[in-house]
């Protein structure tokens, strides 16, 4: 069965790398679609990069551990601060340089208290304050 990576043949980054690339992107016009984490489930969580320019589809792959800051790439595509925020609210990512920070709150509501991860998705719990 192929990779998520092989699928999409995704071109490996490094984490130090992530922003000059995104910046690169910019400057040549590129339309950021979105970002997508898969979590590998050994600590390290992959993040796709999806790029267009004119119907074409770039990736690349950051492959780093989920208890490490994600250089944000809010700082060059704007809109990048939902999806990344959506990546700290779902895999609890920490991004460094995020230009507006929603500390988690994007989607869940303070009174969520755990998290249970599943493939693709997480199922929560929520405790009632009194």
């Known amino acids: 069965m192929p990779t998520h990576s092989e699928i999409l043949n995704a071109t490996p980054i490094a984490a130090d790398a992530v922003v000059a690339q995104a910046k690169s992107m910019f400057d040549r016009g590129y339309r950021l679609v979105t970002m997508s ?6 600590g390290n969580v992959d993040i796709f990069y999806h790029y267009d320019m004119n119907n074409e589809m770039t990736h690349f792959r ?3 551990p989920k208890d490490q800051p994600v250089p944000s790439i809010s700082p060059v595509y704007f809109a990048a601060l939902l999806v ?11 991004f460094d340089g995020l230009v507006l920070d929603f ?3 994007l989607y869940l509501d303070d009174e969520i208290t755990s998290t ?5 998705c997480k199922i929560s ?3 009632k304050k009194d």
């Open 125 to 127: 719990t929520i405790q």
């Open 37 to 42: 984490v898969v979590d590998l489930g050994d």
């Open 116 to 120: 249970i991860s599943a493939p693709f």
């Open 84 to 94: 990344e925020n959506e990546s700290r609210d779902h895999f609890n990512l920490q």
């Open 62 to 64: 950051l492959t780093h």
């Open 103 to 105: 500390n988690r709150t």
